[in-house]
C-alpha cells in the first residue's frame, strides 16, 4: 500500500467552526508533513512529525493544531479561521532512516473553503 | 526562497521527449537534485533524484551536469496525462522541507 489518504476531500467551514483534517498512510513512514497550498502557486511546509513528535513548525498561527496519535494518522484542527486560509491542504509522509528522509508521497489534498 | 530556477511554462508534441531545464547554481555537496510534478488538483508526485550521476526510472531520465549547477529531466516519449506543474527542488537527504519553487507548467498537445 502506497497511498496516502486524506479526509475529506472538500470542507466548508465557516469562521466560528472547529474542523479537523484527516491524513492516512500506512507505509510504515515515521515522518509525516502538513502542507497549505493557495490558487496557482506552489505547495508551502507547515508542520513536520518525525517519530510522532512535532519537529518543524513554519510559524503556522495558533488556529491550526497539528496532532500525531500515532505513526499512521496526522490530524490538523481547524478553529477560528479567516477566509484568506482557503487552500489546499496536502499531508505527505516519507520514510526516515541513517540513509536519509527521501522521497515524499503525497495525498490527494483538502480543498478548504472558509466562509 | 527556493535555490532552483526553471522556466514558466513550456509545450511539448504529445510522442516527443520533453526536456525540462533546470538551474542550482548554488547547490552544496550534500544536496541532492529531486523532481516532483502536480497534475491539476491533485498532491504532487515524486519523479525521480540524483546527485552527482544521472538517474533513470520507469518515469523519467535526470541528467546532472559534471558541476552540478543544472540538471534536466527528460519525458522520453510525453503523453497528455504529463500535462503537469513540474517542480525542481535542492534538499539535503537529510532534511525534511521541500522547498517548492514556482516551477515549470508543461503542456503536451496532441
Known amino acids: 500500500d502506497t497511498e496516502v489518504t486524506q479526509t475529506p476531500k472538500h470542507l466548508v467551514m465557516g469562521m466560528t467552526n472547529k474542523k479537523s483534517l484527516k491524513c492516512e498512510q500506512h507505509?510504515?513512514?515515521?515522518?509525516m508533513y502538513w502542507y497549505k497550498q493557495k490558487a496557482k502557486k506552489p505547495p508551502e511546509l507547515m508542520f513536520v512529525?518525525?517519530?510522532?513528535?512535532?519537529?518543524i513548525n513554519e510559524s503556522v498561527p495558533s488556529r491550526f493544531s497539528p496532532e500525531c496519535p500515532n505513526s499512521s494518522l496526522l490530524n490538523l484542527h481547524l478553529h477560528a479561521l479567516q477566509p484568506e486560509d482557503s487552500a489546499l491542504y496536502l499531508c505527505a509522509s516519507s520514510q526516515e532512516s541513517l540513509a536519509g528522509v527521501g522521497e515524499q508521497f503525497f495525498g490527494p489534498g483538502t480543498r478548504l473553503t472558509v466562509l | 526562497d527556493a535555490k532552483t530556477t526553471q522556466p514558466t511554462s513550456m509545450d511539448c508534441a504529445e510522442g516527443r521527449a520533453a526536456n525540462l531545464p533546470c538551474n542550482h547554481s548554488?547547490?552544496?555537496?550534500?544536496?541532492?537534485v529531486y523532481w516532483y510534478r502536480q497534475i491539476h488538483s491533485q498532491g504532487p508526485q515524486y519523479i525521480i533524484h540524483g546527485l552527482k550521476n544521472n538517474e533513470t526510472n520507469e518515469m523519467a531520465s535526470l541528467i546532472i551536469t559534471e558541476d552540478r549547477k543544472s540538471s534536466t529531466l527528460i519525458l522520453p516519449h510525453a503523453t497528455l496525462r504529463d500535462t503537469a506543474v513540474y517542480y525542481c527542488i535542492v534538499q539535503m537527504d537529510s532534511g525534511y522541507a521541500l522547498n517548492f519553487g514556482k516551477g515549470t507548467s508543461l503542456l503536451v498537445t496532441p
Open positions: 507505509m510504515g513512514h515515521r515522518a
Open positions: 548554488t547547490i552544496s555537496g550534500n544536496e541532492y
Open positions: 512529525y518525525s517519530y510522532e513528535k512535532l519537529s
